[in-house]
């Protein structure tokens, strides 16, 4: 378990990232319902208009699912001892790395590594 950093204050920030996240989907159910294409109602500009809203709302949706993951992985990393260390290659990950996104889960060199 790391000591150079704390850790209260990160899991705080997740805590609190996850809990917009959870809030943030709670209010888009709407968002996922099936849209209605009645041309009596809608001309076709605004039904164009509504799909597209809809696939960026989908797409958000998925990057607010995937995030989430990130953040309960970050904190059972934390229950286990194992956070702020590279789930690649067990070294420390930079602190400034780690309050710019505390759910980051490798050091800088692997996430290097992985981009190419």
């Known amino acids: 378990m790391r000591k150079d950093i704390d850790l209260a204050e990160f899991q705080e920030a997740l805590q609190k ?4 996240i959870e809030s943030g989907q709670a209010d888009k ?3 996922t319902a099936p849209l209605e294409l009645d041309q009596a109602r809608t001309g076709r ?4 208009d509504a799909m597209q809203q809809k696939a960026m709302s989908r797409a958000a949706s998925r ?8 953040i309960y992985k970050a904190l059972e990393r934390m229950k286990d001892g194992d956070y702020g260390y590279c ?3 067990d070294e420390e990950i930079a602190e400034g790395r780690l309050r710019f ?11 290097r590594k992985a981009e190419k």
């Open 101 to 111: 996104d505390p759910s980051v889960a490798t050091c800088i060199e692997c996430a």
């Open 29 to 31: 159910k709407d968002d």
């Open 87 to 89: 789930v690649n290659c």
């Open 63 to 70: 990057l607010a699912e995937q995030e989430r993951r990130r």
């Open 17 to 20: 990232r996850l809990e917009a």
């Open 45 to 48: 500009l605004s039904r164009m």
